[in-house]
């Protein structure tokens, strides 16, 4: 058997045979395991639901804030994978050998900052952070009008974000940063399944390759890895009303500092930090793919939110684009369907 076939088996995932015949080869190794995180719905458009004040923010500056993880409304963030995965080992331990079983059976995600995300200048030792843009695919949902864009002072905005706006093309690659695209998954069935290929698939590796220390610390690595970007894709059913879909900026912890995009000659910081509720919430600004153009192409609808004065919010918002100094070339600008007035 020759390099396809080990390709084909990292491909697939699909065991060659359950005696570890195969010889561990460094190419192997230097290979991914485990497929892209870069998934989700890529053809459904997505909409970030916004403050008047929010609005006026990403229309001036072209960006939307990425928060910190460990600062989301949800405080079982990441940590929630941890109950799925007990469940799965409970459940299905007993089909998988015990020492492949040893390998991954206790990790778990105890915190929001690690080296398990091995891609980024392939350095596994180098502490990440992970900030984080929700958006939902119902750009006219009076519970996200209610809890994300209506104070007793202001009714707000749903932005619909084109898929493309923040393709990863723009980084400087200088700071090692990396962004993932994925929909949240609230259903336990579905989380088990989840689970359940990428047990296997490792399994199927791990069975048909001649064993050693570099084959298992490979597995444990790539482990490691995914359950800690998957578990920012994991919440709790009682949030599905959100049909939330995410991108995450996985930083290198060491560079957030230096993390910086350029506007018409100037640079401007991308890490800083925000007052919520009281507290000092750290976030990363993110520009647009075409922040630095005259075009803008990745906003392309702006609904007005339920209320009793549409039009002048409507009148409003078309006279604060037309004084931008770029161009909307491909945003409709629409009212909410929900006959609700506050």
Request: aromatic residues 14%.
């Amino acid at each position: 058997m020759g390099i396809d076939s080990d390709d084909r088996l990292l491909r697939e995932g699909i065991g060659l045979n359950d005696n570890h015949e195969k010889k561990v080869q460094e190419r192997l190794i230097s290979k991914p395991f485990l497929p892209s995180f870069n998934g989700g719905d890529s053809d459904d458009p997505k909409f970030h639901y916004t403050s008047p004040q929010g609005l006026m923010g990403i229309l001036k500056t072209r960006t939307l804030f990425f928060t910190d993880s460990q600062f989301l409304n949800d405080f079982r963030e990441k940590v929630n994978i941890n109950e799925e995965l007990d469940g799965f080992w409970r459940r299905r331990s007993r089909y998988y050998n015990k020492a492949f079983l040893n390998l991954l059976k206790r990790i778990r995600v105890t915190q929001h900052e690690d080296n398990g995300f091995s891609y980024i200048d392939n350095n596994s030792d180098m502490l990440c952070r992970y900030f984080v843009l929700s958006l939902s695919l119902d750009g006219d949902n009076l519970s996200m009008w209610k809890y994300y864009a209506k104070t007793d002072n202001y009714n707000g905005y749903c932005l619909g974000i084109f898929d493309t706006a923040f393709i990863d093309e723009w980084i400087d690659r200088t700071t090692g940063t990396a962004v993932i695209a994925d929909r949240v998954k609230y259903y336990p069935e579905e989380k088990q399944g989840i689970i359940f290929d990428i047990v296997e698939r490792l399994y199927s590796i791990w069975k048909s390759y001649e064993l050693s220390d570099s084959l298992n610390n490979k597995i444990i690595k790539e482990y490691t890895s995914w359950i800690s970007v998957e578990a920012l894709f994991f919440k709790d059913q009682c949030f599905e009303d959100e049909r939330e879909t995410r991108y995450v900026a996985v930083v290198p912890k060491c560079k957030l500092k230096r993390l910086h995009y350029e506007y018409k000659g100037a640079q401007y910081k991308m890490y800083d930090f925000r007052i919520v509720n009281g507290i000092l919430v750290p976030y990363i600004k993110m520009p647009f793919n075409d922040w630095n153009q005259d075009e803008c192409w990745a906003i392309n609808s702006i609904r007005v939110g339920p209320s009793g004065n549409e039009d002048q919010k409507e009148a409003g918002l078309r006279q604060f684009m037309q004084s931008l100094d770029y161009e909307f070339p491909n945003c409709r600008i629409m009212k909410s369907n929900i006959p609700v007035r506050y």
